[in-house]
């Protein structure tokens, strides 16, 4: 196979404008500073590693995208950074502050929704804020914005079943971030949509991220999606899970669906597609014995 | 309609179908119930007499064997007597449904033949009073102890062993011992009932409490929740609908425990009744009033049944709902796509004091403060 090498732009070139914007990013307060953690499983060193020493600085408003194949630890680094887990060493730090265990300071969306299926749709937002201890008209008054941000106010009242998946994770947002986070992180939460409603999720994601003050730590395997979404992006490789390269999007902001074919885009795409399927992997050869008879219809 | 419309392999029925087969399978064994009851020439293993001929020892209205009434009606006839006269009736204990259709209003209107004993509905109100305070003696420390074993490994290890060893040993086993502890009228038979659902109960709920999706706990947990707002917010409401299945059958157990318990003791409630009409041989009494328990029983378990689908209305599955929502989605949609193109991000339009009109982006509780 043979085809006319592309012209692509390197994928490090940044317009000023956009050099500009990772030097004022860069200028902001870290919310979250990672620093050499690492985490095995199993038993003293004997175990098998989920990710080596990793370290990384999330600054504030930042979209921070982390992409990989499975097995290279990336969702386990967000469960520790959401406290579901420990590490094996090394630590993160909110605002300065050790994370030790769940807390309301770090909102997290599931790839399974996790919506309560006993409460309706405001109760579940309104969950949050109960547990730290608003009383039920507060609690009550600002579930309604945050449903209404999402587009679902007209759905307070329905219960988690009734709603698609799409919906189900506007929910999950609008609840996360009803606790006003210091990060959101989301573990691959379009992963089980359609093509169509991930789509529209990508874009929902995006205008909530302009609206609200917050920073977002967003795992997927999805390469157009860490490319339309991210500022930087984190590439992880496996065995043993690392980081590979961590890659300031040099595609400009705003973003729109047209920016998929633009040739940063497609520089950055297969900059990432290098980093994931490593050569080794993809030209692996299956010992196939021939079972057809068909001739060369199929090449 | 051919046979795989009926019997096509996990093949859905219509409504109309189902409720023929709902109807059928109470109607077959009542008419297996009316052909032996009313063919004569099915079973009816014996004779009553209607005329006793030449036999001296035949009386009217006796019953006998069928080979004993055709023994002593040809010895009669050799004998040169009248041959006696009878015909096929099934054995008392057969009773006929319509009997025991009536038997189901006439037990509960006939006086009872001695005056220490107690009418049906007495009888029943007693059966019933016992069952409900043996159940609810169990679920007062069973559903807690249950709901802990559940939750917390602690309880776990340090009940459901000894628990998993008590529940084999059989409730009427106790029943000496609590008469000789509890005396003879009804705390040892709401005692035997604490014993047959007890164990049970707590091995049965603390399984259904453990099965509660560890996603939503910690769900929970990242939404702020901890200790026991954990426990009473989370996990006793993700099971409380499977909490009261589990208690619906508990209860039908309970039931089943009735009968034994009732013999310890002085016999009472229903099962002194069915006792003391079969003693009175008025079996078709006997059969209505085991009947009666399996429609108490339906009906109690029915009723709950129903009150479960008011009380915990997330489990009712709405089919409508998936059909409708792709029609409310598509008008936002297009407004999506315009806001999309149309907003600016932070970083381009620092100032943010005009946020683009849009249902999306309503009142945001929190403006954006930073800006680097």
């Known amino acids: ?299 | 309609m051919g046979l795989r419309d009926w019997l096509g392999l996990r093949h859905e029925l219509p409504q109309r179908r189902r409720l023929v087969l709902v109807i059928l399978s109470f109607v077959l064994p009542l008419a297996v119930w009316s052909i032996i009851s009313y063919v004569p020439w099915i079973w009816h293993p014996l004779i009553r007499v209607t005329d006793p001929g030449g036999v001296d020892y035949f009386m009217n209205g006796m019953e006998i064997d069928r080979a004993a009434f055709a023994r002593e009606s040809a010895n009669a006839v050799k004998a040169g007597l009248k041959a006696p006269q009878g015909y096929r009736v099934n054995p008392v204990y057969i009773q006929p449904p319509h009997a025991v259709a009536r038997a189901f209003y006439t037990a509960f209107t006939s006086p009872p033949l001695l005056p220490t004993e107690p009418w049906l509905y007495q009888s029943l109100g007693h059966s019933i009073r016992t069952i409900f305070w043996g159940f609810v003696a169990s679920s007062i420390l069973g559903l807690p102890l249950g709901i802990l074993c559940g939750t917390y490994r602690f309880f776990a290890k340090l009940q459901e062993p000894f628990i998993e060893f008590f529940r084999y040993l059989p409730a009427p086993a106790f029943g000496a011992l609590c008469v000789a502890i509890l005396g003879i009228d009804d705390p040892p038979k709401i005692a035997i009932i604490f014993i047959g659902t007890f164990f049970q109960q707590v091995l049965v709920i603390g399984n259904t409490v453990r099965k509660v999706d560890p996603a939503l706990i910690e769900a929970a947990q990242t939404l702020g929740a901890k200790g026991w707002r954990l426990l009473f917010n989370v996990v006793i409401p993700a099971t409380i609908a499977d909490i009261y299945t589990d208690m619906r059958i508990l209860l039908g157990w309970a039931w089943t425990y009735l009968i034994v318990a009732e013999v310890v003791g002085t016999m009472s409630g229903i099962t002194y009744f069915i006792y003391q009409q079969a003693r009175y041989r008025h079996y078709d009494n006997v059969y209505a009033a085991i009947g009666m328990i399996g429609i108490i029983g339906l009906t109690t378990d029915m009723t709950l049944a129903w009150l479960g689908t008011v009380l915990f209305p997330w489990k009712r599955r709405t089919r409508k709902a998936k059909q409708t929502e792709p029609k409310t989605l598509s008008p936002e949609h297009q407004t999506v796509s315009s806001v999309l193109t149309g907003a600016a991000h932070p970083e381009s339009a620092p100032a943010n004091s005009n946020p683009p009109a849009s249902n999306l982006a309503g009142e945001s509780p929190r403006p954006i403060t930073a800006k680097a």
């Open chain 1, 1 to 299: 196979m043979t085809f006319a090498p592309l012209k692509l732009p390197d994928y490090h070139e940044q317009s000023p404008e956009v050099a500009a914007r990772f030097r004022r990013i860069r200028e902001r307060p870290v919310v979250m500073k990672v620093r050499d953690l690492h985490k095995t499983f199993g038993t003293n060193g004997s175990g098998h590693i989920a990710f080596e020493k990793m370290s990384l600085d999330v600054h504030r408003r930042e979209f921070i995208c982390i992409i990989g194949p499975s097995g290279c630890g990336k969702s386990t680094f967000i469960r520790i950074a959401a406290g579901l887990e420990e590490s094996s060493g090394g630590e993160i730090l909110i605002d300065g502050k050790p994370v030790c265990g769940p807390g309301p300071d770090r909102g997290m969306v599931f790839q399974g929704y996790t919506l309560f299926p006993w409460r309706t749709v405001k109760q579940n937002v309104m969950f949050g804020l109960k547990m730290r201890g608003q009383d039920h008209a507060t609690a009550d008054a600002e579930a309604r914005q945050w449903l209404d941000m999402v587009g679902l106010a007209k759905f307070e009242g329905a219960y988690p079943h009734e709603l698609s998946g799409g919906m189900k994770q506007r929910v999950a947002i609008a609840r996360a971030l009803a606790n006003e986070p210091r990060i959101l992180l989301m573990d691959e939460p379009f992963g089980a949509l359609d093509a169509l409603t991930r789509c529209k999720m990508q874009s929902y994601l995006m205008q909530i991220w302009k609206k609200v003050d917050v920073t977002v730590l967003f795992i997927t395997h999805d390469l157009e999606e860490a490319c339309y979404l991210a500022d930087r992006i984190v590439v992880m490789g496996t065995n043993p899970g690392r980081v590979l390269e961590v890659i300031e999007n040099p595609m400009p902001r705003p973003r729109t669906m047209d920016q998929l074919i633009s040739p940063e885009f497609l520089a950055l795409k297969h900059r990432l597609d290098e980093l994931i399927h490593s050569p080794s992997e993809t030209e692996e050869k299956l010992h196939l014995i021939k079972l057809t008879q068909a001739g060369d219809e199929v090449e």
